[in-house]
């Protein structure tokens, strides 16, 4: 009699007794389908050339409209063109919507699918003894948090503190750094002297500001494309595994091309969208760089799938195992970055936010439109 990897008999799907059988046996057999590609080469093909095609130019299109001098668009503002700019304000907050229902509709619930508790590597072995699926979320949204937090404050170490002690000197024209007795002492009569020092240093004063103006888009620009990559990090996770089981998924292969093809659409608006408010300088190709690596991260998991089409099979334990562990990890990530980077920061925290009701309410709608439709996605893929 065979044996399985766990040194008890082989179960035979075809002769069992349900009343007697292991339940993780019955599950594992259910979930080991073989391979079960058929055919369609072309239309995969297509796929390929579409998702590529359709994601690129939705990636695309947010930092175009900001970086390209006859769409430039100002975010906060009066603008000649409202209709731009109520596009651009659909592609930027319509994604982040669709960033977060990602996270929950995507790839938590795919995670708990593949390794959760009710599944054969969820009833096997060490995964039976913790419920790992959260506990990688949670490992994975703690340590993207500690590089965030970590980059923020190593760049406001390393840029703040000279950035404060300019203005101090430029406002008083001394240092006042801590053991310089002079100018504590002179401080004291600062306000007799008032006019006198303002004018001495006025020049001097013009020069710090915009030195301090540099280092503080600097410091913002070190964290925002930190922020950034972490977002790119776990969608590009996302995506390969998308990517891998297009190639080789069977009967269900045409309804999953649609709904991919949309739902690559709306995260590449996400990624796009956020990447156009980071400060670039005009001559850097890294956006275009970034948008280029999201729009061809899935068709190349689409064409190594079609290369694994008779081999490859996404319901063993093995790929269950990958998958869950990606798309768990990919989750924390896009949690973290949704609900902090994206809505928190632009809706709570953001000193810019615009005070109009109107522009207030349509951003709002943009976001739960994107997270209502890529949650309705879910029905699907």
Same mark, same amino acid.
């Given at each position: 009699m065979s044996t399985n990897d766990f040194g008890t008999p082989a179960f035979n799907a075809s002769n069992v007794d349900l009343t007697t059988a292991d339940p993780r046996d019955v599950i594992c057999a259910l979930e080991a389908s073989s391979n079960d590609y058929n055919g369609q080469l072309g239309a995969r093909i297509s796929a390929l050339f579409v998702i590529m095609i359709v994601s690129t130019f939705t990636t695309f299109f947010p930092v175009v409209a900001k970086r390209v001098p006859r769409l430039r668009i100002p975010l906060y503002g009066n603008t000649d063109s409202e209709i731009l700019l109520s596009v651009y304000l659909f592609a930027r907050y319509f994604g982040a919507g669709v960033i977060v229902a990602t996270a929950f509709i995507h790839l938590l619930d795919p995670a708990y699918n593949e390794i959760g508790p009710q599944t054969c590597v969820g009833m096997t072995g060490g995964w039976a003894k913790y419920s790992w699926c959260p506990a990688i979320v949670l490992?994975?949204?703690?340590?993207?948090?500690? &590089?965030?937090?970590?980059?923020?404050?190593?760049?406001?170490?390393?840029?703040g503190a000279q950035s404060e002690q300019d203005i101090q000197t430029a406002v008083t024209g001394f240092d006042d750094a801590p053991g310089n007795d002079d100018a504590h002492h002179t401080q004291g009569s600062l306000h007799l002297h008032r006019n006198s020092v303002v004018n001495r240093y006025e020049k001097r004063f013009d020069e710090e500001i915009a030195s301090t103006d540099a280092a503080a888009r600097e410091q913002s620009f070190r964290q925002q494309i930190a922020a950034f990559l972490i977002l790119e990090f776990g969608v590009i996770f996302h995506s390969v595994i998308i990517g891998l089981n297009l190639g080789v998924v069977g009967s269900e292969f045409g309804t999953l091309y649609v709904v991919i093809v949309f739902h690559q659409s709306f995260e590449g608006l996400? /990624?796009?969208?956020?990447?156009?408010?980071?400060?670039?300088?005009?001559?850097?190709?890294?956006?275009? /760089?970034?948008?280029?690596?999201?729009? &061809?991260t899935t068709p190349i998991s689409i064409a190594i799938g079609l290369g694994l089409r008779t081999t490859y099979n996404s319901g063993s334990f093995t790929a269950n195992v990958v998958s869950g562990v990606l798309d768990s990890m990919s989750a924390g990530?896009?949690?973290?970055?949704?609900?902090?980077?994206?809505?928190?920061?632009?809706? &709570?925290?953001?000193?810019?936010?615009?005070?109009?009701?109107?522009?207030?309410?349509?951003?709002?709608?943009?976001?739960?439109?994107?997270?209502?439709?890529?949650?309705?996605?879910?029905?699907?893929?």
């Open positions: 490992t994975s949204v703690m340590m993207i948090f500690l &590089l965030d937090f970590g980059a923020e404050r190593y760049v406001e170490v390393k840029y996400g /990624i796009g969208a956020r990447m156009s408010v980071i400060p670039f300088k005009p001559q850097s190709w890294l956006p275009w /760089i970034l948008c280029a690596a999201y729009g &061809l990530i896009l949690l973290y970055t949704g609900l902090v980077e994206l809505l928190a920061r632009d809706f &709570l925290f953001n000193p810019l936010r615009t005070k109009d009701n109107k522009r207030l309410t349509f951003m709002l709608f943009c976001v739960f439109l994107g997270a209502g439709l890529m949650a309705l996605l879910g029905k699907w893929a």
